[in-house]
């Protein structure tokens, strides 16, 4: 059974925007919002359901206020009581560009904290997978200049690029708040320099997954500074330069010290500035296809287990294709900065009440929420949303709840006894329309 306090996503939202709050972040943020239909609340709370949509429109997001879809949030002014809301999306368009940036990265964390806290209350070790991103952005003169088209010797790109960059709980599936910035330009920045700020929001002690591109000193140094172990994947190259020649599998003493190059690209490591671990080389693969695997690890975990929780680092690429697929991070089509971070962190709010409706149905049949398809438990919330809303009294409610889980509990991804008996590959997409070209 659910826990009371579970009852409803909604009622969990409204817990974390609470008036107190709102009142606190309008005074930080120096805007007053008036009262009406378009609430702080209501806009957040459509933000996110508009993203879950199959459309993902303002029009859809109207749609579902006049349908019921906020009504515990509504102020009862004369248009709410008279059932007088307009279809049309002028209202909704402008109060989504007054909601405050501090008020949506507040709610986003407040959100991923209070779910960790329902869904993990008694986990030791949280574990999290480090990856990032590319995002395309709307073709607008003020994201053009921060965030730089792709280019090559065939010309420049036509959609902004941003590089972004996330934190993934290996068990739930959570995403914690990204960090982002250009991936082109003079400004751009990197998934280490971004994966350095993405993981100041971390609880202390937790471990951080990550492959090769950030099995590198600073990253390392970081997350020691923080509190933090690391198991990273190293470059064979690098791994023999920390151990030594490795000659067999096994876990090998080492202190990790900057090099030269690395002091001159980050001038403010400490002079004394190491990183105290183990190399872990293990061999990984079946027969012919053997491989060496090399990490890095500051985690008290035998050589074995440092392997198989790397292995779980793979959960991030579908984490990663579910927010952008089916989430519609692939492409913002906000036009403006403030804009495209409120749409972003809206984007993760919602993925992540998604992601506790499975690991709550994943709970009460008794298994891994790992074994359940994000896009069909997204397709359950959306259909049975209409009649969490219309439930006459608490009891009805509930019992349609626990009626939800039960079936995103039976949209379980099918186990296969065998390999691929194809390789994976990637249709082209277009066809024989000849493409824009950007003008010089």
């Known amino acids: 059974m659910t826990s009371p306090e579970w009852s409803s996503l909604l009622e969990l939202y409204r817990q974390t925007v609470c008036n107190g709050m709102l009142q606190y972040l309008e005074k930080h943020s120096g805007r007053k919002w008036k009262r009406g239909i378009y609430s702080a609340a209501v806009v957040m709370w459509l933000m996110m359901l508009q993203r879950l949509q199959a459309r993902a429109t303002l029009?859809?997001?109207?749609?579902?206020?006049?349908?019921?879809?906020?009504?515990p949030l509504l102020t009862q002014c004369r248009r709410v009581r008279r059932k007088r809301i307009s279809s049309r999306?002028?209202?909704?368009?402008?109060?989504?560009?007054?909601?405050?940036q501090l008020l949506c990265r507040q709610v986003n964390q407040e959100i991923v904290e209070r779910l960790r806290k329902i869904l993990q209350p008694e986990q030791e070790r949280l574990v999290f997978v480090l990856d990032g991103t590319a995002v395309e952005l709307e073709h607008s003169r003020s994201l053009m200049e921060r965030y730089p088209p792709a280019h090559n010797r065939k010309g420049r790109g036509h959609w902004g690029v941003l590089r972004l960059v996330v934190l993934h709980d290996v068990e739930t599936g959570l995403a914690q708040q990204p960090c982002w910035g250009p991936m082109y330009g003079d400004q751009a920045v990197g998934e280490q320099q971004l994966g350095v700020q993405a993981m100041a929001l971390l609880p202390r002690e937790s471990v951080v997954l990550g492959d090769r591109n950030f099995g590198v000193f600073s990253v390392t140094y970081a997350a020691q500074q923080k509190g933090l172990q690391a198991v990273f994947r190293l470059t064979e190259v690098r791994a023999k330069k920390l151990a030594g020649a490795i000659c067999k599998p096994g876990a090998y003493e080492v202190l990790w010290e900057p090099s030269r190059w690395e002091r001159q690209r980050h001038p403010h490591l400490d002079s004394g500035a190491a990183v105290a671990g183990r190399v872990i080389a293990a061999r990984v693969g079946r027969g012919k296809a053997k491989q060496w695997l090399y990490l890095f690890t500051t985690a008290p975990l035998s050589a074995p287990e440092a392997v198989a929780l790397y292995g779980r680092r793979l959960t991030i690429e579908t984490d990663l294709r579910s927010l952008k697929r089916t989430v519609h991070l692939h492409h913002i089509t906000?036009?403006?900065?403030?804009m495209m971070e409120k749409e972003l962190l809206m984007a993760v709010s919602a993925y992540n009440l998604v992601r506790a409706v499975m690991c709550l149905a994943a709970r009460r049949k008794n298994i891994d929420p790992r074994q359940l398809s994000f896009t069909q438990v997204l397709t359950v919330v959306d259909y049975a949303w209409h009649r969490l809303m219309q439930a006459p009294t608490q009891r009805q409610h509930d019992r349609e709840f626990l009626r939800v889980l039960d079936s995103a509990g039976q949209c379980t991804l099918p186990r296969r006894r065998r390999s691929r008996s194809y390789p994976r590959s990637q249709w082209r997409r277009g066809g024989e329309l000849h493409l824009r070209k950007a003008e010089n």
């Open 334 to 338: 906000a036009k403006s900065d403030e």
């Open 59 to 71: 029009a859809s997001g109207v749609h579902l206020l006049r349908e019921g879809a906020a009504q």
């Open 89 to 100: 999306t002028g209202g909704y368009c402008q109060a989504r560009q007054k909601l405050p």
